[in-house]
């Protein structure tokens, strides 16, 4: 089983940025960040094809968050800036090694999650 951590989650005021990490014991074909508040669904806001680069974001990140890989880290890394209040959730890591980056992405590998806090 693939072992996902992430970190970097914190407290921080509207407007400000914050990067999020997930190191991975190895790189699944397609790494992905979700997120989910409390009372609301899970949301996929970023994929990365680590095999091309390739990446996705949902309407409500983009323009805000960049979703980039480290291999020599076996990282990927979630920038986010422009935060908003409705940016508050947990923040998690998955990974899947099937080629179906796309709606259907179904990640098998999943990590424990870190919290971010927008607040104004």
């Known amino acids: 089983q693939r072992s996902l951590v992430e970190s970097g989650g914190s407290s921080v005021q509207v407007g400000g940025s914050l990067r999020l990490s997930c190191v991975a014991s190895q790189f699944g074909y397609c790494m992905a960040w979700f997120r989910q508040a409390p009372g609301k669904e899970r949301e996929r806001i970023a994929t990365i094809v680590t095999g091309g680069g390739r990446t996705y974001y949902a309407d409500s990140v983009k323009g805000r968050f960049t979703i980039s890989q480290h291999n020599a880290e076996n990282t990927v890394n979630l920038q986010m800036t422009s935060l908003e209040i409705e940016d508050t959730a947990m923040y998690y890591c998955?990974?899947?090694?099937?080629?179906?980056?796309?709606?259907?992405?179904?990640?098998?590998?999943w990590g424990q999650g870190t919290q971010v806090t927008v607040s104004s």
């Open positions: 998955a990974a899947d090694e099937r080629r179906e980056c796309g709606p259907s992405f179904q990640p098998h590998d």
